[in-house]
């Protein structure tokens, strides 16, 4: 059993930073592959990035590829999302997810799930 809790949201203007982070209780988090997906009013969840056990390996969707980057420390139970150069369309709850093992980039495929974590990007 994993618990996943997001931080970090806020409001912010395009072109801002925000850094957002997914902070895990419960055993063997170390084991899990953790994945940030986000839903805008109205859309479906999309996938955003995710990483490996070890966090030697990262996926990205391509609208943020050179913007956002996911890392994780394993010693804190935590995955960082750092979102760079923010645009009005990365308006949305962000969710972190956790699944044993393997990432995929479809959420129906994680177990656990935070509450999310608004992030607005508007002047």
């Known amino acids: 059993q994993v618990q996943l809790v997001e931080s970090g949201g806020g409001l912010v203007q395009p072109g801002g930073s925000l850094r957002l982070a997914c902070v895990a209780s419960?055993?063997?988090?170390?084991?899990?592959?953790v994945g940030w997906f986000r839903q805008a009013p109205g859309k479906e969840r999309e996938f955003v990035a995710a990483?490996?056990?070890?966090?030697?390996?990262?996926i990205y969707t391509d609208s943020v590829k050179d913007r956002f980057t996911i890392s994780r420390d394993n010693a804190k139970n935590t995955v960082y999302l750092q979102m760079n150069t923010l645009k009005p369309e990365d308006t949305a709850v962000y969710y972190c997810?956790?699944?044993?093992?393997?990432?995929?980039?479809?959420?129906?495929?994680?177990?656990?799930w935070g509450q999310g974590t608004q992030v607005t990007v508007s002047s």
């Open positions: 990483i490996s056990v070890r966090g030697d390996t990262t």
């Open positions: 419960g055993r063997a988090f170390s084991a899990y592959a």
């Open positions: 997810a956790a699944r044993p093992f393997i990432y995929t980039t479809k959420h129906q495929e994680y177990r656990y």
